[in-house]
């Protein structure tokens, strides 16, 4: 009954974000880079759309990103799908048994997540990945939608880059925390723990900001936690 319940909810917050139009600038870059596409991807139709989330209603594990990448998630219509970062993500997802295959390359590609629910900040590619504070304020009833509906099951919520962090504590109104890779928070009043995280960005995983030790090693921290407390 109560997956009835957040599936038809789930539902209806998606057809909300997929309809959304309210960043202008976004909306017409989505649509301008399915439209102008790269050499590599000329032939494949795009979703430009926005992008919703996606996995576990009774998922312990929030995954969130800063956006849908212009050539990942705006190509394919699924977060994380794609790209590089979904590469990295599902790798280490898998590696800990919260998905049935170790690649995210299309919606139609079998993947099948446990435990673990992946959305974003801001639901569609922002130009060079830097969504503007008015489009992070449009996107935000949506976050707080998808936070909502997970809390009853929600124990560890993962924040990838410093703006998914900063988003997440300012809904819920939580000051003084650092942004920093691997730190592991416990929220008062609450029975969940945040823990944050660098991006798996190409410009932070080329540089080796983030290297693939310290990406996995986030991984086995979420592992060993909630094995501690099933």
Known sequence: ?????????LIHINQSIIKCS????????????GTNKVKRFKNVEYWSK?????GDLNANLIIIGLAPAAHGGNRTG?????DSSGDW????????NFC??????????GLVVNNVYITSTVKCAP?????LLVEINNCNEYLIQELKLLDKTSKIVLTLGKLAFDEFCKIHKIKSLKFKHGLIYHIDNTNKILISSYHPSRQNTNTGKLTWSMWINVFRQISSI?????
Not at 1 to 9: A, E, S
Not at 100 to 105: D, E, G, R, V, Y
Not at 127 to 131: D, F, V, Y
């Open 226 to 230: 909630l094995d501690s407390i099933q």
């Open 78 to 82: 699924r977060m994380f799908t794609g």
């Open 22 to 33: 309210k960043c202008v600038r976004l909306s017409e870059y989505i649509r301008n880079v």
């Open 1 to 9: 009954m109560f997956q009835d319940y957040n599936l038809g909810n």
């Open 50 to 54: 926005p992008v919703c989330g996606f």
């Open 89 to 96: 993500l599902v790798k280490a997802l898998y590696k800990y």
């Open 100 to 109: 049935n295959q170790p690649f995210s390359n299309d919606k139609n590609d």
């Open 127 to 131: 130009p060079k990945n830097k969504p």
